[in-house]
């Protein structure tokens, strides 16, 4: 059974405070991605990595930041946290040269910046 | 600025008849396009997709129809049961292999009936 976790369910934060939010998947999955849902806005793209230590911008990169160390985990770092960032934030993966229909997503991290 | 959209933002259908969900999108480049359903406190999970190649494809008893003229899809849901209630997002891509990003849409929450 394939799984991708994200290491909160729900995380609350102060303006200002630096914060990291996991990714862990157990699919040996190449592609990895970061995502944030918001209400009237649907998913979007953070970020997104095909392989360890690469990393790409999405539509939204801007007061975000991700490192890729190791094949299976993929983290989203907020270097100083605003109360526009939050949202629920949602965490895929994917084998490369594979189709967007492979593509797991994790339970997601709400995040409340106050 | 959303390139895809889902209008409705809810929907509610009684058990038994037909949920049809709508989507529109402006990008005439996009050619391979998804449906993803997402329940409360889960990721969302790969529903059913269809190839601009193609204008309808079937899998139980969920129908995508892909109208690339007017850049409409809709999801048919025949018939409809309590446990499809539940948030769906239409997501389109410029490619079924290429390219990491694919676009989604606001979602519409779907309510059945029973």
């Known amino acids: 059974d394939v799984k991708v976790t994200q290491s909160s369910r729900y995380l609350v934060k102060r303006t200002g405070e630096k914060v990291f939010l996991e990714c862990v998947q157990d699919m040996d999955h190449e592609n990895m991605f970061w995502y944030r849902q918001d209400p009237g806005l649907g998913l979007r793209l953070i970020y997104f990595s095909y392989d360890v230590k690469m990393k790409e911008k999405g539509d939204i990169p801007e007061g975000y930041s991700v490192s890729r160390e190791k094949k299976e985990r993929f983290s989203l770092i907020l270097e100083s946290a605003s109360t526009n960032q939050t949202s629920m934030y949602l965490c895929a993966s994917r084998p490369r040269d594979r189709g967007p229909d492979t593509q797991y997503f994790g339970p997601g991290t709400r995040l409340t910046v106050l | 600025d959303q390139q895809v959209k889902q209008n409705s933002p809810s929907l509610s259908v009684q058990e038994g008849r037909i949920s049809i969900l709508n989507c529109d999108y402006t990008n005439s480049m996009f050619d391979y396009f998804l449906w993803y359903k997402k329940y409360p406190a889960e990721g969302p999970t790969f529903l059913i997709s269809?190839?601009?190649?193609?204008d309808k494809n079937e899998d139980g008893r969920f129908t995508v129809f892909l109208n690339k003229s007017a850049k409409h899809l809709s999801l048919h849901i025949v018939p409809s049961q309590p446990g499809d209630s539940a948030v769906y997002f239409c997501?389109?891509?410029?490619?079924?292999?290429?390219?990491?990003?694919?676009?989604f849409g606001t979602g519409t929450s779907l309510t059945v009936i029973p």
């Open positions: 269809i190839s601009s190649i193609k």
């Open positions: 997501a389109a891509s410029g490619n079924r292999n290429t390219g990491n990003q694919f676009y």
